[in-house]
């Protein structure tokens, strides 16, 4: 399977200057910097200009990561291939990280359980943008069929 975040400074060169997909590469670099375990308390919001505005749980998770933002900086800016962040804004905002959760934990649902290969964080990310349940739900699915099928192909 190709690595999604590989792709990333690939599409930005082809699409250039579309701030839409400048901001949707930015998320996608920010949930690979961040890593598993600061996902579920910190939620990317909003790219502005070159600040990556970042929902976060609590005043807590908001000062320790304000101490991290220019290694997550560097991390992001590394994964776009180009610096597109200049700096992170953590904005305390418990109910943008309650929805992330709870489209997390509904994309995690709709997974079979039969399926062995789990569904890649970047389509789970992809998935809680999409506003629409029942789109967000067939777009799990067909993500899912996809690995399903490359999966059996490779056995």
Request: charged share 30%.
């Amino acid at each position: 399977m190709i690595d999604l975040t590989r792709l990333l400074p690939k599409l930005l060169e082809a699409t250039g200057a579309n701030p839409e997909m400048i901001e949707t590469a930015a998320r996608i670099a920010w949930t690979r910097a961040a890593g598993e375990g600061l996902r579920p308390h910190a939620v990317p919001f909003r790219l502005f200009q070159k600040t990556l505005v970042v929902c976060v749980d609590d005043v807590l998770w908001q000062k320790q990561l304000q101490t991290m933002a220019a290694e997550l900086v560097f991390r992001i800016n590394r994964l776009l291939g180009r610096p597109v962040v200049d700096f992170i804004e953590f904005r305390v905002d418990p109910a943008t990280i309650n929805k992330a959760r709870a489209r997390a934990s509904e994309a995690k649902t709709l997974s079979r359980p039969e399926r062995r290969s789990p569904i890649p964080s970047e389509v789970i990310v992809a998935a809680g943008n999409i506003a629409d349940p029942e789109l967000r739900r067939r777009f799990v699915r067909a993500a899912e069929n996809c690995i399903t099928r490359r999966d059996a192909n490779l056995n």
